[in-house]
């Protein structure tokens, strides 16, 4: 039987409360696409017998293989197993040899531990034991009438060791064959309706599928092909899309605007410093959020006061005092002050407003200068970001290093 | 009408394919738990008209709040507006006062945008629109045969910004009377087991629901009073509480510890700097996520390289030399310097290895010194953290806020 559908149900009372987020679902399902299969739902229930069993009713027609996550403990809460055996109208029962090795386990161990435990033992009838590498409580495969039914624990390192143990194969033989094509297209600094506008007449076809998903100040453009055909229909439809989105785009793939800053840094062995006000540590964080970013980025100045601005960076008082903190010459004279007094090939500065006090009518909240210092010179670009203080912050990093990228590619090559 | 089950639906074809984390569906959960309300389920389904009517039919007799999230963009796949109308037998209608509205947002901000955007005007017909604070597609609010159906934006921002303005009062007006009792309380720098250990003899009662929360070097305790009886037993309660977690409990209530850190400064009308290296950025952007930080936080030194360290700070090269950057001295010389140059009362320097590489026998990665230099001396602590790179920054980060929290609580009052 080859499998196409996947359908996800989470369950735990803890999942619904708002006390902890199901991991295990966005875990998966990633795995899952990455095999070629589409993930049709997820759903997350209480630990409740009706409530799983309504949600493998829902499923049931809408995919060919069922995950269910979670309810495989030893507590009374604990009611997978019983759920999905009544509602297959089968018996649960005790896996003699998962007991003997759970027996073992504690032995080995030198614990005692009530009965309750070997609840975990128990599986539904007729179930393939899928033995958990790290935990007591093991998956359970089980086929019936053209669907497969799985069973896996909630603890997110018990589940992904027994799916990379025994289910990844086990899966990858049912998947379609051969996987989607897919990828990944990544921009920023334009809306979301002109990415749209400008791709919009490229994709209009049956044999594609295609999502668009904004962040802060960035656009994702998501495109898979579905379609049958030669490799080099696909090949042609994403050149006219790497045309379309021409420099807007900056990686293909899950790759952060950062990490091609740094890659760009280090092929050219130049190196980087960064100012902020406004954004208060962001932009360096996020910078150093790449591994071996110390090879380029060197230092930052976060200069919240005026003073700071001034003794860190020797913006001049009188450009404050002219102009105000958050305005073209103070970006400008903190980014070349950053470049000059580190050293650096490069440096980035950031002053704003990033509320929710703080704005007047010639500057409101989400006011923003943004100004790149480098070996060709100083540029600066006016932004007015919109939504919460964190908000612009997030918008505020993530347009630095736009303007930092697309200075290294027009200086660059 | 009094509500009591709501039901959340996630449309977006990329929180299946594992891209995108639903966040929205855990934040309205805990918010709605906490107005009393019971959440039955919570469903993710792809951009497709039909399997959002599919979870609509599903919840229908599950729920009394139906709560559709996404969707709501100017694009072909977002079609949540048509599937709830289709669904309710209503049509998809103009808002001409919104639409209004967001050709006068777009013309104060010298944007002109294909005619796409005013797809965000369209509502379900006879919703109410709930008006977006920081974005353009608005919440609705649809009252039909005993139901309320809620859409909101899946940007969280907008769909918190929403909630915040115009939802949260509206729900409570439904929520059961009276709301159960509840308390977060949040702790900083010990083990969750051990947090179990201290509250679970108190807590061991049939009136009482809790459950422990992990996050990065912190520990969430949340507590439910379910019991019937006179208040001042859930007050004894809470008191037994406090004194069992001490000085680890930092805040009651959705705080965060730079708040309660941002607070205690204040009120002192002392300042802060701070000095970083391997968290690049990270605790300054936390101080600084705080409204109103400017008043006592004043500059931050990201001191990533050796050079910087020495440069920024003032930390002896020898130092360097003799301990490398990741030790005792270098830290205490971190904060001894970033308080002398920047004149503040305090200042708190973290150095350390957040990996994945730089990793030795003596000092693995995780590795991390923190250092807090004040009035009334400087204090130091290393610590060996576990984790991703991303991870071993936070769990610095916290670390950094919570050692001078402790300092301002010791110093002070």
Redesign the interface.
Known sequence: MQAKRVAIIAVGT????????D?N?????????ALGFT????????DDVS?IQ??LA?FRD?ADVLIVTGGLGPTHDDVTREAVAGWLGRAVVEDADWRRRMEADLAARGLSLPPMVFRMAQVVEGAEVLPNPVGAAPGQWIEVGGHVYILLPGPPPELQGIYQAHLEERLRRRAPQPPPKSV?LRTSGV????I??RV?AILDRSDV???????PARV?L?VRWTGPGDESVWEQLLERLRQALGEDLYAEG?VSIEAVVGQRLRDRRQTLA?A?S????????R???V????DY?????????N??KVD?LGVDPEAIRQYGAVSEPVARQMAEGARRR?GTDWAVAITGI????GGTPEKPVGTVHIAVAGPDGTTHRRF?F??????I?EQSAQMALDLLRRRLVASGE
């Open positions: 803890e999942l619904l409360d708002g006390g902890r987020v991991t679902g966005p875990w998966l399902s990633a795995r899952l696409r993930v049709v739902g997820r759903l997350v229930v209480p409530a309504a949600g829902f809408r990944l809306p979301e309706s002109r749209a506008e919009q599928a295609w999502s668009i998903l904004p962040g994702d998501e899950d960064t902020e406004c954004t208060g540590g962001l932009l360096g964080h910078i150093t959020n591994p071996g970013s110390s980025y060197m230092r930052g100045y976060v200069a919240y006061s003073e700071a860190l580190a990033a509320g929710p006090t007015q919109r939504g919460t203080r964190e908000l912050k």
